[in-house]
């Protein structure tokens, strides 16, 4: 299994960013699929997750309207464009995939991509 994160780097406040997940070894299509960050010295926290189907998702209520989650199962990949950017994204951002059956949880997460929002 594999989640394979792309596009992070530094950019000004106010700028726009887009992260992508490259997912392999498991049946990408099943899996609900979430971005989650971590500022230095402070817990990881969700910030944007969509279904399997990519019919529904939801956010952090401070990423609403900057942030917009979606995936294309054709690709294994899901993405997260980040908009209006502020120096409080600045964190690593990471990748899960969570598929539960009523007798276990499959969870897999990246490595990671640093986004820096600095002037």
């Known amino acids: 299994v594999q989640l394979v994160e792309s596009g992070g780097g530094l950019v000004q406040p106010g700028g726009s960013l887009r992260l992508s997940c490259a997912a392999s070894g498991f049946t990408f299509s099943s899996y609900a699929m979430s971005w989650h960050r971590q500022a230095p010295g402070k817990e990881r926290e969700l910030v944007a997750a969509i279904t399997s189907g990519g019919g529904r998702t939801n956010y952090a209520d401070s990423m609403k309207g900057r942030f917009t989650i979606s995936r294309d199962n054709a690709k294994n990949t899901v993405y997260l464009q980040m908009n209006n950017l502020k120096p409080e994204d600045t964190a690593v951002y990471y990748c899960?995939?969570?598929?539960?059956?009523?007798?276990?949880?499959?969870?897999?997460w990246g490595q990671g991509t640093q986004v820096t929002v600095s002037s």
């Open positions: 899960n995939a969570r598929f539960s059956t009523p007798l276990r949880e499959y969870n897999y």
